[in-house]
């Protein structure tokens, strides 16, 4: 098994190769899938604010408690009204305390969207430098563009095993007392030792060596040049991990500032992208002494 680094030079190669109809299928492909995510999220979000407290949803998302009809209220008046008008897990998608089989599909797809919504996007430049390479082959503009969905799905994939993960981790949490009712943390060690650890693998080998490879993809299936939507999806799996070992800690920073905080998944979605797109040394350091200083800070008010 060959394997084929792309450069500065075949970077620019696929983007006229890339210039095609078959491209903006690609891209049109992506942006549904992403688009998808984003409403579903919105659409939980939405279903919450006119009854809800949106503070106890994590930081930031107080701004959202001008929309419902507590506005104006005391915290206390705020958190007594909504126990009694509306009943965890009556809104749409919003799982119940319990956590049986049902809330946990419920967890597992608001997880799959949020994959959608934030990871998809990420993977743009790479799948746009996909399509040039496949494409110099010679192989039908129709087949180089199923092969490129193929390896979005496969990505994808990656992600969505991230979700299963994610959803186990939250039921853990929350049979232990980590999260509240609005999946948002419970204690300040569970926020900082999310803070910490996301902020110090931002340093590590590992880190840096899956952030070069998606600055950089390197094309694992190189014998399968040939546009097919088997090889796709595999080259799929290989970018999706190199992906999730660039990502994983970053994403798992929802942990600490509220799951369903969408003030934070559009912020946190957006640092991913730039990180993934610009090549700096600087702004992958930047993100792990903010992480850390953060945390540093909320246990000095635990002390002090």
Request: with cysteine; charged share 10%.
């Amino acid at each position: 098994m060959s394997v084929v680094t792309s450069n500065n030079g075949s970077q620019e190669q696929s983007g006229l190769h890339a210039s095609g109809r078959g491209w903006p299928i690609v891209l049109a492909f992506v942006a549904i899938l992403s688009i998808g995510g984003w409403t579903y999220l919105v659409a939980m979000i939405a279903d919450m604010v006119p009854v809800m407290d949106m503070t106890e949803a994590g930081p930031g998302m107080g701004l959202f408690n001008q929309f419902n009809i507590f506005r104006g209220l005391s915290d206390e008046a705020r958190a007594a009204l909504a126990v009694i008008c509306l009943p965890a897990g009556a809104t749409f998608g919003m799982p119940t305390p319990d956590l049986n089989g049902i809330d946990l599909l419920k967890v597992f797809l608001m997880w799959s969207m949020m994959s959608m919504a934030m990871m998809l996007p990420t993977a743009v430049p790479m799948l746009k430098t996909y399509f040039g390479w496949i494409g110099t082959e010679g192989s039908g503009e129709r087949s180089v563009t199923f092969a490129v969905m193929a390896c979005a799905l496969g990505y994808l994939s990656i992600w969505l095993g991230y979700a299963v993960a994610a959803t186990l981790a939250q039921w853990l949490l929350s049979k232990a007392g980590g999260l509240n009712d609005m999946m948002a943390p419970a204690t300040l060690a569970l926020t900082t030792s999310v803070l910490f650890a996301a902020g110090l693998y931002q340093f590590t080998p590992a880190k840096k060596s899956c952030l070069q490879r998606c600055w950089y993809p390197r094309w694992v299936f190189a014998g399968e040049r040939q546009a097919g939507m088997t090889s796709g999806y595999r080259e799929g799996l290989i970018q999706g991990l190199t992906c999730l070992g660039c990502c994983w800690a970053v994403m798992t920073v929802m942990f600490a500032v509220g799951l369903m905080n969408i003030v934070w998944i559009a912020l946190l979605g957006g640092v991913m992208a730039l990180e993934k797109t610009f090549p700096s040394r600087v702004f992958p350091a930047a993100i792990g002494v903010f992480l850390i200083a953060w945390a540093s800070f909320l246990t000095a008010t635990i002390y002090f």
